[in-house]
């Protein structure tokens, strides 16, 4: 299997699944049946034995409780990561009330979830019968969210997981932090991220960066946009606030909830600031 192959599968997945537009039954409001909530997909990869993932056990970093790709599956080659930009129509309805998510936000937030976990279940099935084994983390029974080395959700140090979608980003060249945390790609930092562990090898793609935060400029606009001021030049983005203040969306919107404020209106959105370094 080569790269041509795989990723017009798994981009013909995205814009095919029905998972991908809101269904008619389930809208919030009638004129967001149908609505798209992804565009098509950025794909990298990265070495299974790349010594960034072993630098994520670090304290500081993610931790001693974080799993390297080995770990979950023995054997392993690469790492896939794709990206899921949010379509323009989720991300500028999330513009107009920076106070609160919009209905669209909501749907993407939570209905764009079950479109990863299809995308998922699709790239394990398709490596494997190319006769490969392959797994994605955020839908093996082992993966968890949550520091438990640290279970004081006041604490910076609990928001952490034992894998990470954008450290998997960064790790196959698809981009770098910004003080929100999100991880600025070239298309953006609005949208989501999925990746598969495979006993296949793809070549991995070089990093055009070498600093964490090469792709943010530190203009402050998602300090300013944060409703809850969780978010510093000085600190970052500091996880308490934030999570509480998902919990006060969904306590309104169960199942749903979101925020998202510091992925739009800011000159990130939707491309690197940075451009000409990517």
């Known amino acids: ?94 513009s107009l009330d920076m106070a609160w998510p919009s209905t669209e936000w909501l749907h993407a937030r939570v209905e764009g979830q079950t479109l990863q976990d299809r995308i998922c279940r699709f790239a394990e099935e398709l490596l494997k019968k190319e006769g490969f084994s392959a797994l994605a983390p955020m839908i093996d029974l082992r993966f968890k969210m949550g520091n438990p080395l640290e279970p004081d959700k006041t604490k910076q140090e609990s928001y952490s997981s034992n894998w990470s979608e954008r450290h998997a980003a960064y790790a196959a060249g698809l981009g770098t932090f910004g003080l929100s945390r999100g991880l600025i790609t070239r298309k953006g930092v609005a949208g989501r991220f999925i990746s598969v562990i495979t006993t296949a090898f793809f070549e991995p793609d070089k990093r055009a960066y070498t600093g964490i935060y090469d792709y943010c400029i530190s203009c402050g606009a998602c300090v300013r946009n944060c409703p809850v001021g969780a978010i510093s030049k000085e600190k970052g983005k500091m996880h308490s606030p934030c999570s509480k203040f998902l919990d006060t969306t969904k306590a309104k919107h169960l199942p749903r909830y979101g925020c998202g404020k510091c992925q739009v209106k800011v000159p990130c959105e939707d491309k690197a600031p940075k451009s000409s370094t990517v």
């Not at 010594?51 to 896939?80: M, R």
Request: aromatic residues 10%; contains cysteine.
């Open 1 to 94: 299997m080569d790269k041509a192959y795989l990723e017009k599968a798994l981009k013909e997945c995205v814009a095919d699944s029905p998972e991908n537009y809101v269904q008619k039954e389930i809208a919030l409001k009638p004129d967001l049946g149908g609505m798209q909530i992804y565009d098509e997909p950025l794909i990298g990869y990265a070495s299974a034995e790349d010594p960034f993932f072993a630098g994520l056990k670090k304290p500081g970093v993610i931790g001693s409780h974080f799993i390297g790709p080995a770990e979950w599956l023995p054997g392993a080659k690469t790492v896939i990561s794709l990206f899921l930009p949010f379509t323009n129509r989720v991300r500028s309805s999330n």
